[in-house]
């Protein structure tokens, strides 16, 4: 096993300690850091960036031809950790010697401990992990950032503000793997860039924020929600209509293809898109359209055809509600937008 430490006083620092011991290459843009590696001990890339309110997050996407141990250490604070595992699963343990727990694919967990007391991951040999970690610092600098989202999130979790080892995990949560999958297909750059990167990493920390409360009020209710199998069902069927959405899905086919029932398909597409199936097929349309729209020559009556519909009047009624604007008036605003660009 290798053994990996960091601390998280400042990203440069976690990074500088991760390319000693992984090797690679790190780049550096507007206070977002990637590491990119591939070698006999291990593949894939480590980003990570900071914020305002103490807030910074690294993201592991990695695969290790040996078991690693990373000890993160909390040298000068104790702050709150939020992860969720895109792929695979890793386990924790505060410390070296104490109870091991796994957090799981499409899993939520907060975790905090006491101060100089170690947050321990271990990652298996082997098998791909994506892991999101978001960091909230609970040192505050100045009497000014009493009301900081840091010192919020520290008073949720800690009224007493007396920090203790804490560890929680949640139930599963697709609707984050969807906003992990917005933070990670941002193609812009500098400072538009850092901006939409921290008001994505704020959306994801609200929701795990939110998770935590949902299933703390969750132990009363029936419902066992769905399995994880069910919803890496439900995510390959997402995925399937996002990258065809021109094909003739139904709830029948769909349910044939997944073996859950229509119940089942319904219920996971509410939990994860807050739509139906139907209203996810023909969002998914819609979204095409407007790419089509954008980049290629074909006329409108051909970009109906080509996404799956049938009837002209009724794609230009849903398109105007999601854009406000008819699809000839997006078309024709798109010649000047591009002039003045």
């Known amino acids: 096993m290798k053994i990996v430490t960091i601390n998280t006083d400042k990203t440069r620092n976690i990074f500088e300690e991760l390319q000693t011991s992984f090797g690679g290459k790190v780049t550096f ?12 001990f291990t593949e894939g890339s480590i980003s990570g960036a900071s914020f305002n309110d103490n807030i910074s997050y690294v993201q592991f996407d990695m695969v290790f031809s040996t ?12 702050p709150i950790y939020f992860a969720y595992c895109s792929k695979g699963n890793l386990t924790h343990s505060f410390g070296r ?52 989202l840091n010192q919020q999130v ?47 990493i704020r959306i994801i920390l609200a929701m795990e924020i939110q998770q935590h409360s949902d299933d703390l009020h969750a132990f009363a209710n029936e419902s066992n929600g769905l399995t994880l199998r069910e919803m890496e069902e439900i995510k ?20 044939k293809k997944s073996g859950l029932s229509p119940n089942k398909l319904q219920e996971g597409f509410k939990m994860i898109h807050n739509r139906t199936v139907n209203d996810y097929i023909t969002h998914m349309r819609v979204l095409k359209a407007e790419t089509l729209i954008r980049t290629s020559d074909l006329n409108i009556s051909e970009i109906v055809y080509c996404i799956g519909f049938t009837s002209r009047s009724y794609f230009s009624k849903i398109f105007k509600q999601k854009f406000n604007c008819s699809p000839k008036e997006y078309k024709f605003n798109l010649t000047p937008m591009a002039v003045t660009a």
């Open 67 to 78: 078991d690693v141990r990373l000890d993160i250490l909390n040298l000068k604070s104790s």
């Open 97 to 148: 010697n104490t109870e091991e727990r796994t957090l799981k694919t499409f899993q939520t967990a907060i975790v905090t401990s006491k101060h100089s007391q170690d947050n321990v991951l271990f990652f298996e040999k082997g098998k791909n992990t994506k892991l999101t970690l978001i960091i909230v610092g609970t040192q505050l600098d100045s009497v000014n950032q009493r009301h900081s």
């Open 29 to 40: 843009d507007l206070e977002e850091y990637t590491l990119e590696v591939q070698n006999s």
């Open 236 to 255: 390959e069927l997402s995925e399937l209509i996002k990258m065809n959405p021109e094909e003739a899905f139904t709830i029948k086919s769909l349910s």
């Open 154 to 200: 520290k008073e949720t979790f800690f009224e007493n503000n007396m920090v203790q080892d804490f560890f929680y995990v949640g139930s599963y949560n697709l609707q984050i793997a969807e906003k992990i999958e917005q933070l990670n297909s941002i193609t812009q750059s500098g400072i538009v860039r850092n901006l939409l990167k921290e008001g994505i």
